[in-house]
């Protein structure tokens, strides 16, 4: 089939799917106490697409009950292990067998390629609850070196009633990251998605209630942060919080956890990422993957490699080739098999990305092509991908989080210039290193302040390496073994032997 048959086929299929538009609370799908609703919009063409809950306060009282009630029964906190790891299997079975619905609601959501919800979301959300339900078995506790006469044994347990907040631009793939571990290790969950792109979430309640999760065990409350995301971050029965998102906002969850019960607070937060571009580095590969680490998701990805730190002596060649790159990028219908950039979020996301760009310019760097809206007649907010040049790591464009297609060149002329222009941020989520010298990989790689560096690649990875940050990119981690312990306590239990 050709580009056109295949987006016609996804745009029918699109237009033909039922929509979940409520909230689920307690193994029942419901909606707000006070009925209020709020419009669920397509990133596509600006048009309404269904309602969900606004939901608030009592709502989020009646998700954590309905949590609470399921716990304190064991029916899911005291199952045997393996019985955690067979429902979750089937959640993943049930997604695989439905992977394009979930992939067409992400794209009709937040305005995604279709072709990248295909080939990366939705297998990597469905790889995540798998790996996390094998994991059921496999979490072993430790017995202690103690002395003769004593046993020590540390143990798991469940953390209680746990609440997840995701973003709005990996919907579904956020979920999984929280859902899986959360779910595995015996607590009961609330998810609330952002009120961008709820479809996905609500559907997967569904999903979930159909594997077999007892009631209550996983609830989705949908609503605007500033009254659904405070009432979970505020909430005192609430025993912990897993936050992906803004920095800003990740700050809020650290207040509200200090203002309320002390609720345990894990944050996966903004990124303003380098990418270097040391002067042996294969170039076409090096630029063809420092580009995409950005024009990937629109830009919208915290681990855009958003600043790239290039040698001097190799500067013009590596300008040359991104200019060269971008101008054969496809920007257009997200159900366009064909297309590469899809569209952003929606208008205050647009208007954001057009003010770093002004703020780039009027601070003295040069856009060098791109940052243009095209494809109005869409509906939706359409941007080419873009470049400045001559910038330094003092400017807004360089500091700061764009969130969109937007690379931002400073040039260096040592490695230890490189090193300190790429640490001096107050992020330090992940970082990529390109070079043919095997000693600059290890020695730089040491010296970068991040959670993750890719040497040679971007975005490597899986369900088996941590995700997560230094600095104000958040605390804790995602993805690994590492990922258990945000949703467990440790329990020492010491014996006398008599």
């Known amino acids: 089939?050709?580009?056109?048959?295949?987006?016609?086929?996804?745009?029918?299929?699109?237009?033909?799917?039922?929509?979940?538009?409520?909230?689920?609370?307690?193994?029942?799908?419901?909606?707000?106490?006070?009925?209020?609703?709020?419009?669920?919009?397509?990133?596509?063409?600006?048009?309404?697409?269904?309602?969900?809950?606004?939901c608030k306060a009592v709502d989020v009282d009646a998700a954590v009950l309905a949590a609470r009630s399921a716990f304190e029964k064991g029916q899911w906190a005291n199952a045997a292990p393996a019985e955690r790891k067979a429902v979750l299997l089937r959640l993943a079975d049930i997604m695989e067998a439905n992977s394009e619905e979930l992939a067409l609601l992400e794209c009709l959501d937040m305005g995604k390629p279709i072709a990248s919800a295909v080939s990366v979301d939705i297998p990597a959300s469905i790889a995540c609850i798998r790996w996390c339900a094998e994991q059921a078995d496999k979490l072993y506790g430790m017995v202690a070196p103690t002395a003769p006469g004593t046993v020590a044994t540390i143990t798991r347990e469940p953390v209680g009633v746990v609440a997840a907040v995701i973003p709005w631009?990996?919907?579904?793939?956020?979920?999984?990251?929280?859902?899986?571990?959360?779910?595995?290790?015996?607590?009961?969950?609330?998810l609330k998605p952002a009120e961008q792109s709820p479809l996905s979430a609500m559907r997967l309640a569904e999903m979930a209630a159909e594997a077999g999760l007892p009631d209550g065990v996983f609830n989705v409350v949908t609503g605007f942060g500033e009254t659904a995301g405070r009432a979970i971050g505020l909430h005192p029965d609430i025993d912990a919080v897993s936050f992906t998102g803004s920095t800003a906002v990740g700050k809020l969850f650290l207040q509200y956890s200090g203002q309320s019960n002390m609720k345990r607070v894990s944050l996966e937060c903004g990124g303003k990422s380098p990418a270097i571009i040391m002067?042996?580095?294969?170039?076409?590969f090096a630029v063809e993957t420092a580009a995409w680490a950005v024009f990937f998701n629109q830009g919208e990805c915290c681990d855009a490699l958003s600043r790239l730190l290039v040698h001097r002596s190799v500067l013009q060649e590596v300008s040359e080739r991104l200019a060269a790159l971008a101008s054969e990028v496809k920007v257009g219908h997200p159900l366009d098999e064909s297309t590469q950039v899809g569209a952003i979020l929606d208008e205050a996301q647009f208007r954001r990305i057009a003010g770093y760009l002004s703020a780039g310019q009027a601070e003295g760097a040069r856009l060098a092509f791109g940052g243009e809206r095209i494809l109005?007649?869409?509906?939706?907010?359409?941007?080419?991908?873009?470049?400045?040049?001559?910038?330094?790591?003092?400017?807004?464009?360089?500091?700061?989080?764009?969130f969109g297609p937007v690379i931002t060149m400073i040039d260096?002329?040592?490695?230890?210039?490189?090193?300190?222009?790429?640490?001096?941020?107050?992020?330090?989520?992940?970082?990529?290193?390109?070079?043919?010298?095997?000693?600059?990989?290890?020695?730089?790689?040491?010296?970068?302040?991040?959670?993750?560096?890719?040497?040679?690649?971007?975005?490597?990875?899986?369900?088996?390496?941590?995700?997560?940050?230094?600095?104000?990119?958040?605390?804790?981690?995602?993805?690994?073994?590492?990922?258990?312990d945000k949703y467990c306590e440790a329990k020492t239990t010491w014996i006398n032997l008599r």
């Open 1 to 54: 089939m050709d580009d056109a048959g295949a987006a016609t086929d996804y745009m029918k299929k699109a237009a033909g799917l039922r929509l979940v538009s409520e909230s689920f609370i307690g193994g029942r799908f419901v909606s707000a106490a006070d009925e209020e609703r709020f419009a669920v919009i397509s990133s596509i063409d600006g048009r309404q697409l269904t309602t969900a809950p606004a």
């Open 169 to 190: 631009n990996f919907p579904l793939m956020m979920a999984a990251w929280k859902v899986g571990p959360a779910l595995v290790t015996g607590n009961s969950l609330i």
């Open 279 to 284: 002067p042996d580095a294969d170039l076409e």
């Open 376 to 402: 109005e007649d869409l509906g939706g907010y359409y941007v080419t991908p873009a470049l400045f040049e001559g910038a330094t790591n003092q400017m807004k464009i360089a500091r700061e989080e764009i």
């Open 412 to 484: 260096f002329e040592t490695e230890a210039q490189a090193l300190e222009l790429a640490n001096d941020s107050e992020y330090g989520l992940v970082a990529s290193l390109f070079t043919n010298d095997l000693n600059a990989a290890h020695r730089m790689s040491k010296e970068l302040r991040a959670g993750a560096v890719w040497v040679n690649c971007f975005d490597a990875g899986d369900m088996t390496v941590p995700h997560g940050g230094y600095r104000q990119s958040g605390i804790g981690r995602d993805r690994s073994p590492l990922c258990f």
